[in-house]
């Protein structure tokens, strides 16, 4: 059974940098795609960006393009969450997840992802 566990998270300055990283263990194949999602206080969870099994697809929202940069190292098994220019907006608890049915790379909905990390915080404050 798939188990996923997040760390990278941390405080920071305003337009400073965090990677985050999503390191995946219990799984057989590489048969899964990565979603990352963050969940402010008294917010609803949403989706930031994703990466599909193959890693030739990857997504943002509108609110991260340019700033942040996902990637995979399959052979780590390990997605990573590269986040510049950080905002005050993004403090957060950012959790990353994986669709291990399907592999496909969905922001819209988090139905799709059956397995989720337990998330790290991400403070951005001077």
């Known amino acids: 059974q798939l188990q996923l566990v997040e760390s990278g998270g941390g405080l920071v300055q305003p337009g400073g940098s965090l990677r985050l990283s999503c390191a995946a263990s219990?799984?057989?194949?590489?048969?899964?795609?990565i979603g990352w999602f963050r969940q402010a206080p008294g917010k609803e969870r949403e989706g930031v960006s994703c990466i599909s099994k193959g890693g030739d697809n990857t997504k943002y929202a509108d609110s991260v393009k340019g700033r942040f940069t996902i990637s995979r190292d399959n052979a780590k098994t390990t997605v990573y969450l590269q986040m510049n220019s950080l905002k005050p907006e993004y403090t957060a608890v950012y959790y990353c997840?994986?669709?291990?049915?399907?592999?496909?790379?969905?922001?819209?909905?988090?139905?799709?992802?059956?397995?989720w990390g337990q998330g790290t915080q991400v403070t951005v404050s001077s």
């Open positions: 219990g799984f057989t194949s590489d048969y899964y795609s």
């Open positions: 997840a994986a669709d291990t049915v399907f592999g496909l790379c969905v922001l819209e909905s988090l139905k799709g992802y059956d397995r």
